[in-house]
């Protein structure tokens, strides 16, 4: 399960978030889930997109460090007998792969954000259950792609430990 959702994460990201606020859809048109107010459901908006931006920035910054330490590591002068896994890693297809992960949750974290900030300038009272259904589809694709992230930061460290 893990290569395939890894092969094509943005693609299973948004997929279950459409099928979340398909649910979501559903069961308020049945009565099940009720709409809450307008005040709500733009607070709720602008915080899932103010925490898709500030989530955005974490991963840029572990993103801006692994590029940095690589740069530094081939900078330095490194006995190939004394390498670490870690150096190691930097060498590897391993690296540019985590490297396009984290630059695909930085899209899709700040696409996310800006997709719901716009919706919250444009969307008039009337047209509110798009807002309802956002703030579903966007808690999805912020949990996925923290989860995404805190797997490859896992794994990252796993190849520290093992140094």
């Known amino acids: 399960m893990g290569d395939a959702y890894f092969r094509m994460p943005l693609f299973w990201d948004y997929t279950a978030g459409t099928f979340m606020a398909g649910l979501v859809y559903y069961l308020n048109s049945s009565g099940i889930l009720i709409r809450p107010e307008a005040n709500y459901l ?5 915080d899932l997109s103010t925490i898709a ?3 955005a920035g974490f991963i840029l910054t572990l993103f801006t460090v692994l590029i940095s330490f690589k740069a530094e590591r081939e900078n330095a002068s490194v006995d190939p007998e004394r390498e670490t896994v870690f150096t190691i890693f930097f060498s590897t297809p391993l690296y540019f792969f985590t490297m396009m992960h984290l630059k695909n949750c930085i899209k899709s974290l700040v696409i996310t954000s800006v997709v719901g900030f716009f919706l ?3 969307l008039t009272p009337s047209q509110y259950l798009w ?3 956002y703030n579903f589809f966007g808690l999805v694709i912020l949990i996925m792609t923290l989860l995404r992230s805190l797997v490859i930061l896992s794994k990252i460290v796993q190849i520290q430990k093992e140094q």
């Open 42 to 46: 733009m607070s709720n908006i602008s």
């Open 53 to 55: 931006l500030t989530l």
């Open 120 to 122: 919250k300038l444009t």
């Open 131 to 133: 807002l309802y259904l």
